[in-house]
């Protein structure tokens, strides 16, 4: 069974520096996705970034950039000139590409921004 | 954009009671899920549909059952609520095919009494 895991619960970090939230997954499959969501408190998740596993270049999104390292099974998420809005929990996700698309979570990064 | 609106924000209910969870999305998607969310546990997938009328256990199905009767529509039901079902719920769907990404409702906050 794929198991994804995300060994910070919290992290901080102040205005406009870098942070980076660690994830690490187990899967015996070649082809898959990778995912960083986001849920700000008391709203919608939302999908931050995704990375194709066959893709060897990282994906990017604007500020956010991913660390994909197929061979370690390690998928980081970077969050650049960090800013208030960034806080949130964040989950990383892992999804096999074909059949019922379900996703598989981490346990969660709480991201505080401080001022 | 894709909307996935869940049927309340927050639930109270009583030990023993039927409780339903809708959730309704707008964009035509064949798959739709419901997750529960435990701080420390993260997201765990309990049920899930491809199609009207199909549906599939996830990894947590035990004490929980589904209805998928409209394309549109998916709801979770607790057939005896319990407090260890006190939990947040999200609702979420995709298309297909698609690259997996999924949508999601807002949660319901149910708490078990």
């Known amino acids: 069974a794929q198991t994804v895991t995300q060994s910070q619960p919290e992290m901080s970090v102040q205005e406009a520096e870098t942070v980076t939230l660690s994830c690490t997954y187990d899967?015996?499959?070649?082809?898959?996705?990778l995912f960083w969501y986001k849920q700000p408190p008391s709203r919608q998740m939302i999908l931050v970034i995704r990375?194709?596993?066959?893709?060897?270049q990282n994906a990017t999104e604007n500020r956010f950039s991913v660390n994909f390292q197929k061979a370690a099974k390690s998928f980081s998420l970077k969050i650049s000139d960090s800013q208030l809005g960034d806080a949130a929990m964040y989950f990383c996700?892992?999804?096999?590409?074909?059949?019922?698309?379900?996703?598989?979570f981490g346990q969660g990064t709480r991201l505080t921004i401080n001022p | 954009d894709v909307k996935v609106t869940q049927s309340s924000r927050y639930l109270v209910k009583r030990t023993g009671e039927k409780v339903f969870l809708e959730c309704v999305q707008d964009?035509?998607?064949?798959?739709m899920f419901w997750y529960r969310q435990d701080p420390g546990l993260g997201l765990r997938l309990i049920y899930f549909?491809?199609?009207?009328?199909?549906?599939e256990k996830g990894d947590i199905p035990e004490g929980y059952s589904v209805s998928r009767e409209k394309k549109e529509r998916f709801s979770l039901i607790l057939e005896s609520a319990s407090t260890n079902q006190t939990s947040m719920y999200l609702c979420?769907?995709?298309?297909?095919?698609?690259?997996?990404?999924?949508?999601f409702g807002p949660g319901t906050r149910l708490t078990v009494l």
């Open positions: 979420a769907s995709t298309p297909l095919p698609g690259r997996n990404e999924q949508f």
């Open positions: 899967t015996s499959e070649s082809d898959y996705y």
């Open positions: 990375q194709e596993a066959y893709k060897q």
């Open positions: 996700a892992y999804s096999i590409i074909q059949g019922a698309q379900k996703l598989v």
């Open positions: 964009m035509d998607h064949e798959n």
């Open positions: 549909s491809y199609d009207v009328k199909m549906k």
